[in-house]
């Protein structure tokens, strides 16, 4: 199975209430989490709140994925994690 497909396997499962494909997603996805954190990181604000806000963006991402669109969940957690740290 490429991954790719083991991805959107992934999300069907965890948006279906599998918590075990949740945990793996958000674990493979935390990277982008913590760059993203780490891009929006000041003197003002902790990266580790960063984070933890980051993450709840990217558990909203995983949530509200589409799995019929053409693109990756990298790409729409992303903005999703952005926004909930702009936020």
Not at 61 to 73: E, G, M, P, R, V
Request: charge should be negative.
């Amino acid at each position: 199975m490429a991954i790719a497909e083991e991805t959107m396997a992934l999300i069907e499962k965890a948006q279906k209430g599998d918590q075990e494909a949740f945990a793996k997603l958000v674990q493979d996805n935390m990277l982008l989490v913590y760059k993203l954190a780490h891009r929006y990181k000041s003197k003002y604000v902790e990266y580790e709140d960063l984070v933890s806000t980051g993450t709840i963006g990217l558990m909203k991402a995983i949530n509200t994925f589409d799995t019929d669109k053409q693109i990756k969940l990298a790409t729409y957690a992303s903005r999703c994690i952005e926004n909930e740290i702009l936020m």
